[in-house]
């Protein structure tokens, strides 16, 4: 139900709480500043103190921002977007650096070494893909959670020392919640100690058969340390992802996902985006959670200013007025008026959210002294 706290009310109204409380007295209605009161009667009020009440419900807002229908025809091919998940220390960011490093010794000028929150390379068979290093499981589920499928396939790693572990086994979780087709990759072969067959084994406890015990779960056997078998990891990606025929509409307005943002002492708040739908620009009015912005400069994986963003392709975006979380979804819109409306909003959302908990927090607290 909608409900707004005798503070809000106040504080939208630009009236003093005590003018509220004492007005709601008049109707008969007894309220703490902190307590909630209904819609019906926070218009009474408004009008009573001469204020004009338009109703705002959440699908008027939030109309029309996402998951707009797309026609077939205006679908093209778009790179697959790849998370690497799996237990603690079994190689994840080892597999990316040595991805990219490899990708980038190949052929692109500039060697990289600054982290950083996605990247797109190109397989050896010629297709890009974009990985996206999630900091642990968290992002991914947030993303999951506020209802935008972020992740095409999931690259599964095992260190063959170690076995399957605990957060192995949550990471087969969550791609199969979510849905998304797994890559097996049995990393650390280079270890004496190493034992492959363990691995497949192993997995089999989670209804994961690999290739090589008979079942259909594509699996590459690398080191990350060494370099071995990163160009046939990337393959198999690019084989399984044709298999996916991923596509999105390039020619609309963009939509996506926030991986990671920050306030960049220099910069501003810097929000590293991965566009998953349209072509984001430079100009751009966008939203993302409670923030809005002019998309002032785009900046893409190499540290280049570039004019456009589009679909599958991770890039930073300049020009936000406030940081946004991670796994904030994001649209553009058609204007800055609009903009506004949508961030604050929400803003006043997760500020009665806040309020409401805070409210429950305190009558507990009571309940349990009386
Ligand atoms: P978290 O982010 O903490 O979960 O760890 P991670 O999965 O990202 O592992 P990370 O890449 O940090 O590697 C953990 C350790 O394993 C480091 O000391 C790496 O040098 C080592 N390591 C990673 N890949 C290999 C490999 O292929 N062979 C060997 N011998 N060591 C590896
Ligand atoms: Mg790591």
Do not use: C
């Not at 209904?38 to 008027?60: C, F, K, M, P, W």
């Not at 959670?145 to 076995?163: E, F, P, Q, Y």
């Not at 589009?310 to 609009?338: C, H, K, M, Q």
Request: hydrophobic share 40%.
């Amino acid at each position: 139900p909608e409900t707004i706290t005798v503070q809000e009310l106040a504080n939208r109204m630009s009236e003093r709480a005590v003018d509220v409380t004492r007005l709601l007295m008049k109707q008969g209605v007894m309220k703490k500043i902190t307590d909630l009161v209904d819609a019906d009667t926070a218009q009474l009020i408004a009008e009573e103190l001469g204020h004009t009440v338009r109703r705002v419900a959440e699908s008027d807002v939030e109309e029309g921002l996402f998951d707009a229908p797309e026609s077939e025809d205006a679908l093209k091919p778009r790179p697959p977007v790849v998370t690497i998940m799996g237990h603690v220390d079994h190689g994840k960011t080892s597999l990316l650096d040595a991805i990219r490093h490899t990708n980038v010794v190949r052929g692109e000028a500039g060697g990289i070494t600054q982290h950083i929150g996605a990247y797109q390379v190109t397989s050896p068979l010629g297709g890009k893909i974009t990985f996206i290093d999630t900091p642990g499981h968290a992002a991914f589920t947030a993303m999951r959670a506020r209802g935008a499928k972020s992740t095409d396939i999931v690259v599964l790693v095992v260190a063959a020392d170690d076995g399957v572990k605990p957060q192995t086994a949550e990471a087969v979780n969550h791609a199969r919640a979510a849905g998304v087709p797994i890559i097996v990759a049995i990393n650390k072969i280079d270890k004496p100690e190493a034992n492959i067959q363990r691995v497949r084994t192993d997995l089999l406890q989670y209804e994961l058969q690999v290739e090589s015990l008979g079942g259909e779960t594509l699996e590459v056997e690398v080191s990350a340390k060494e370099g071995t078998n990163l160009d046939k990891l990337l393959e198999v990606i690019q084989l399984q992802a044709e298999i996916l025929e991923l596509k999105a509409n390039p020619d609309r307005p963009a939509e996506g996902s926030v991986i990671e943002a920050k306030l960049d002492r220099g910069r501003g708040p810097v929000a590293t985006v991965l566009v998953q739908r349209g072509t984001l620009r430079q100009g751009d009015i966008v939203v993302a959670g409670s923030e809005w912005g002019r998309v002032r400069v785009l900046v893409n994986d190499q540290g280049e200013t570039v004019p456009e963003a589009g679909p599958s392709t991770p890039v930073e975006i300049l020009g936000f007025n406030g940081a946004p979380e991670a796994g904030d979804r994001l649209a553009v819109v058609e204007n800055e008026a609009r903009a506004r409306e949508i961030a604050e909003y929400r803003t006043r959302q997760k500020r009665e959210q806040a309020a409401a908990r805070a409210t429950v927090r305190v009558s507990g607290l009571e309940e349990m002294m009386s």
